[in-house]
């Protein structure tokens, strides 16, 4: 039976919820509705826009923020994800701008060369090849039917493991900079991570709307983070001291 969403103003509503609802419990209705509704499943087009219409506000922290000011029902909830949300983006912009220093901030030394081989780039290789290596075998589990939800939680739990290890390669390409001899070397491994990094976010939209072009889109990305690795791992055997 398609969704009734015609003509309503209430994005919580679209979405079965009312302005009470967690960052979690949107996502999650979004999700399930979605699934509900999908062309693919026998569902109409008309109702998927207003779905998406409504997460693309509701599921992004300051919009929705802006939204809930406009309509007069601003929450805890929603000033918490606003707050979350300006944390992370200066977080990121400040991650962002370490990355961007350090290849210029380099000594020639051999020394510290060998140092940020070992300590930066030899972790963070590990970390990709554990993104990047088990995807295929993922997301071939995932093909035998992108609708059972067993295999999407899994495939959803891979999607969040490896963002937690991104994070942490993030952390770890900010942590010692980058010797001015290898400033190409770094620029390559930031390359690198930002493919994967990418990728993520495409396979994680895909699972939250079942659009096929972010699964291309994604998997296409992590093909080239794959060659992208290799390159390195060949320009590292170069760099030995």
Not at 7 to 23: E, F, I, M, P
Not at 54 to 74: H, K, M, N, P, S
Not at 155 to 180: D, Y
Not at 192 to 207: F, I, N, W
Request: hydrophobic share 40%.
């Amino acid at each position: 039976m398609p969704l009734s969403v015609a003509g309503t103003r209430n994005l919580y509503a679209v979405l079965g919820l009312t302005h009470r609802a967690t960052s979690a419990e949107i996502k999650a209705a979004y999700r399930a509705l979605v699934k509900q509704h999908h062309p693919d499943a026998g569902g109409d087009d008309n109702t998927i826009l207003a779905l998406n219409a409504a997460w693309e506000v509701l599921g992004d922290g300051e919009r929705r923020r802006r939204y809930d000011d406009q309509r007069g029902i601003g929450t805890a909830a929603s000033s918490a994800a606003a707050s979350q949300a300006a944390a992370a983006a200066a977080a990121s912009g400040t991650a962002r701008g370490a990355r961007r220093a350090a290849p210029r901030r380099g000594d020639k030394d051999d020394g510290l060369l060998l140092a940020w081989l070992q300590q930066v780039y030899a972790p963070i290789d590990r970390l990709l090849g554990q993104v990047i290596n088990p995807f295929p075998a993922q997301l071939r589990e995932l093909a035998a039917d992108p609708y059972d939800d067993r295999l999407m939680e899994a495939f959803c739990g891979f999607l969040a493991q490896s963002q937690a290890k991104i994070e942490k390669v993030e952390a770890l390409f900010g942590s010692l900079p980058c010797p001015s001899s290898a400033k190409g070397f770094g620029l390559s491994l930031y390359h690198c991570l930002s493919q994967v990094k990418d990728a993520l976010q495409e396979l994680e939209r895909y699972t939250m709307g079942y659009v096929d072009g972010y699964l291309h889109d994604g998997r296409e990305m992590l093909r080239e983070a794959k060659r992208r690795r290799s390159l390195l791992q060949q320009e590292r055997r170069r760099l030995e001291l």
